[in-house]
């Protein structure tokens, strides 16, 4: 693609991202058709980027279909990149939509960790709790998301493994298996769970599963959105889910990461 016009570039650009988009390919037709370019000028940008290797033309349709070339290039990208550095930009934009604190964490092996977080309230009171290094699993919002994933059974004896006491323990912590389990298929129903002051006194959440849909769904993390209870209830709770919701989508783009990508996070 040597030699090429900065409007050609660009026009290079637009054709690989509308067939990335099209997993059954395009006909050189319908590709000058979508962009309005003109068919002789489409057909010339597709050589280019049949030469340099990112698509190919299936010779049964005849249609345009992007290469692997482009997913290796971006797995080499997220691969010196670490978790944060990717998600840092989203969660930002998010607290700075909810006005709350929003924290990511991620799963590693049976635990969940803390890796990053965003401040967006700008008053006097704010909140910032206790991280730790390992999420709570019953008493927070991301953990109980985690638990209602799994098995019931295995979510049970991963809390009693732990224990119903732990360093972030709330008044309305939960403290039996009946409480545990009950709040696992609320969870379940609602696709989101809640943490009303279970982890510490005066703090609320709400919290979603950051899922790698090309490992059937297998959780990866978690992002919460939190707040001084007294101004986070439940209503308002409820009403961030639709921008947690679109930054977990966002989020879910961009893995698989890397598992030294984590470290480098840690």
């Given amino acids: 693609m040597a030699n090429l016009s900065v409007s050609s570039i660009e026009r290079g650009l637009a054709v690989l991202e509308l067939l990335v988009d099209h997993d059954d390919g395009l006909q050189v037709s319908s590709i000058a058709q979508q962009l309005s370019l003109p068919l002789s000028a489409t057909h010339r940008l597709l050589q280019a980027l049949v030469n340099a290797r990112y698509v190919k033309q299936e010779a049964s349709s005849e ?11 971006g797995l080499r990208l997220l691969a010196g990149t670490s978790v944060t550095e990717v998600a840092q930009p989203i969660l930002d934009d998010l607290a700075h939509e909810t006005g709350e604190l929003v924290r990511l964490a991620v799963v590693e092996d049976s635990e969940m960790i803390w890796v990053a977080k965003a401040q967006g309230a700008t008053g006097a009171i704010r909140c910032d709790p206790i991280s730790g290094h390992h999420v709570p699993l019953h008493t927070t919002g991301m953990g109980k998301a985690w638990l209602a994933s799994m098995p019931e059974e295995d979510a049970i004896a991963m809390v009693e493994a732990r224990g119903f006491d732990c360093e972030l323990l709330g008044p309305n912590a939960i403290r ?47 992002v919460s959105i939190g707040g001084p209870s007294f101004r986070v209830d439940r209503e308002r709770l409820i009403s961030f889910a639709e921008p947690l919701r679109a930054a977990i989508d966002q989020l879910e783009q961009l893995w698989p990461v890397r598992a030294h990508a984590l470290a480098k996070a840690r």
């Fill in 63 to 73: 249609r345009y279909v992007p290469t692997l070339k482009l997913g290796a290039m």
């Fill in 176 to 222: 039996t298996i009946d409480e545990l389990r009950e709040e696992i298929r609320r969870t379940r129903e609602l696709g989101f769970a809640f943490n009303d002051q279970e982890s510490e006194l005066g703090l609320s959440a709400i919290a979603m599963l950051i899922k790698e849909r090309s490992k059937g769904d297998r959780v990866v993390g978690a």
